[in-house]
């Protein structure tokens, strides 16, 4: 058996997350905006959760405008975030931003503001991004999107994001006062190495806000949760729109949190919704202590994709 580096102990506490499965939206920003402030501040609220108040609230990929390739040169902010250096949320340009950190410290909770169309001003690309607020509304970390939905299943579905976006270049992880978390986007969840490299990295969870659509939704949402979830033995939160039969795309919702052994704990169904989970380390550890991957990966028959 292979003695490469085992998966590092986890340095985290339990937590209780809400995912925001967010309807509603239309094409006028500011009407989309408030109303995903008004949820945030809901979901913080904790009223329908018997557990209380989450410590992290997740909204949707694309909260802010309609979802469509079309749309996102439209809606696109400038950020200006460089991670690792501090960030005036005041004197941003993005009112997305400015909205979620707000909104972040008003309800005293870590944010994950879904998605928005971020546009890059030196180059003018234009990148699908996710932003992350501490509970005093600092911009602490991002996520530009990796891989682009691009497929075509011919009498179904065809959608092309490259048309209009760029594919960002960074694996995204950031600390909490509850552990590691890791954060992809969307189509980022069919793809197993970003879990493989958060899991073996101290994560406790990977969140990512989706939009799947009602062809790929009922066939691979919650089997590719499950699948992350079982490999990985973490946490897999997904959190979709709500659907909308008049919009242009038609969101699958079932925004759901999957635990270490590949149980559904929460989910909904297509509606809009506010949903709760706990997320807890000790259920991490017993499920690697029963089936010990971690121990007994063949690193000397193949590669790590975390080292």
Known sequence: MSTAPVTPP??????????????????????????AKDMILRAAAGLNSQGGKPGLVVLPECFNSPYGHVHFPEYAETIGFT???????????????????????????????GSIPEREESTGNLYNTSTVYSPKGELIAYHRKLHLF???????????????????????????????????????????????IAARQGCIA??????FNLTTGPLHW????????????????????????????????????????????????????????????????????SIPVTVQRRFDVYKDVAA
């Open 83 to 113: 991670p690792g250096e501090p960030y005036d949320v005041e004197s941003s340009e993005s009112e997305s931003v400015k909205m979620l950190s707000a909104a972040a410290k008003e309800a005293g909770v870590w944010l994950i503001g």
């Open 222 to 289: 919650e089997l590719l949760a499950r699948a992350r979830a079982v490999d990985n033995q973490i946490y897999i939160a997904l959190c979709s729109p709500a659907r909308d039969l008049t919009a242009g795309y038609h969101a699958w919702g079932h925004s759901s949190l999957v635990d270490p052994m590949g149980k559904v704990t929460t989910t909904t169904d297509e509606k809009e919704d506010i949903i709760y989970g706990d997320v807890d380390p000790d259920v991490v550890q017993e499920t690697r202590s």
């Open 10 to 35: 986890l340095k985290a506490k339990p937590f209780r997350v809400a995912l925001v499965q967010l309807g509603g939206i239309t094409g006028d920003k500011s009407h989309n905006l408030k109303h």
């Open 206 to 211: 990977m969140i990512y806000p989706g939009a």
């Open 150 to 196: 691009d497929i075509d299943i011919p009498g179904k579905i065809t959608f092309t994001e490259s048309k209009t976006l760029t594919g960002g270049k960074d694996i995204t992880q950031f600390e909490t006062d509850f552990g590691r978390i890791g954060l992809g986007i969307c189509y980022d969840v069919r793809f197993p190495e970003m879990a493989m």
